[in-house]
């Protein structure tokens, strides 16, 4: 992850001018990708078909899903044919890669199926990449108004941590989800029937006061950091919350290594609200290179 970020970082910096001005969500964009891909063990001329792939499955649960049928159907089918010859391709040499791992798992003799795995790699592409560049994003906006945090942040990987966990209870990518009743109940007089759908707020949950005492702050310096739902809980908690968790804070380790001070260069240009994965479109940056 460092050395992703690290290199980026040392092209970006190579202009060799006193600062210089990027857009954080177009120069991060790849980051998740070579890191989910790093972990898949894919070659890395092979990224960009990932970002690709990653943006046509976002199309899926967007407006303009409606107009790109044709599209979606080749590009998926595409990523398909991609995984299935990649897992076979391990199931003859199998790695030290998520991939040979997810063939050699076995419960009460069931392995998963070649299908079964597609679908794992097609699910973590989709949970995986726009919500961490978004909230890396997300991160650098919040930051890029608080010069002091940033300057604190300087050899201090415990505030680092905590500036990752309060920007997702702050400004977190999944606004709400959905749940069906398993089982009919009552709540402030209110029956609810099995089957009824139900829509719970996350950012609304995430700024409740009567659980984070100035909710409408940002402050990494909060008591129970990971008190917040972002991740959702329960049965439901996001599998890959260590993950992104780690590529937030490894990003922003690395980061404040090259960058003595980001600051606004324009206006934070935010996704439509209705989104189902939310975040910063456009987060233009004055950075000061190290």
Request: with cysteine; charged share 25%; aromatic share 8%.
């Amino acid at each position: 992850m460092r050395d992703y970020v690290s290199e980026l970082a040392r092209s970006l910096n190579a202009s060799n001018t006193a600062s210089y001005v990027v857009d954080a969500p177009e120069v991060l964009s790849r980051y998740p990708i070579a890191v989910i891909c790093h972990h898949l063990a894919v070659e890395q001329a092979d990224w960009d078909l990932f970002s690709r792939w990653a943006e046509t499955t976002f199309l899926l649960f967007s407006s303009e899903a409606q107009g790109n049928e044709d599209r979606i159907f080749k590009e998926m089918k595409e990523f398909s044919h991609y995984c299935t010859a990649l897992i076979n391709e391990r199931r003859a040499h199998l790695g030290d890669d998520l991939i040979s791992h997810l063939i050699e798992a076995e419960q009460e003799g069931d392995r998963l199926s070649t299908p079964e795995m597609v679908s794992l790699i097609q699910g973590i592409i989709a949970a995986g990449t726009d919500t961490t560049r978004n909230q890396l994003s997300t991160a650098l906006a919040l930051l890029s108004t608080r010069p002091e945090i940033w300057s604190d942040m300087q050899g201090n990987d415990e505030l680092v941590a905590g500036v990752v966990e309060e920007s997702l209870r702050y400004l977190n990518p999944i606004r709400f989800v959905i749940r069906q009743v398993n089982e009919p109940f009552e709540y402030r007089d209110v029956a609810f029937q099995k089957g009824t759908l139900l829509a719970f707020s996350l950012a609304g949950a995430n700024r409740d006061e009567h659980h984070f005492i100035g909710s409408n702050a940002f402050d990494p310096r909060r008591k129970r950091p990971r008190d917040h739902l972002t991740f959702s809980s329960g049965i439901h908690h996001c599998l890959g919350a260590a993950l992104a968790r780690a590529e937030l804070h490894e990003a922003l380790i690395t980061l404040r290594e090259y960058w003595t001070r980001i600051e606004p260069a324009g206006d934070v240009i935010w996704k439509d609200s209705r989104l189902a994965v939310w975040g910063a479109q456009s987060v233009p940056l004055r950075v000061t290179p190290a």
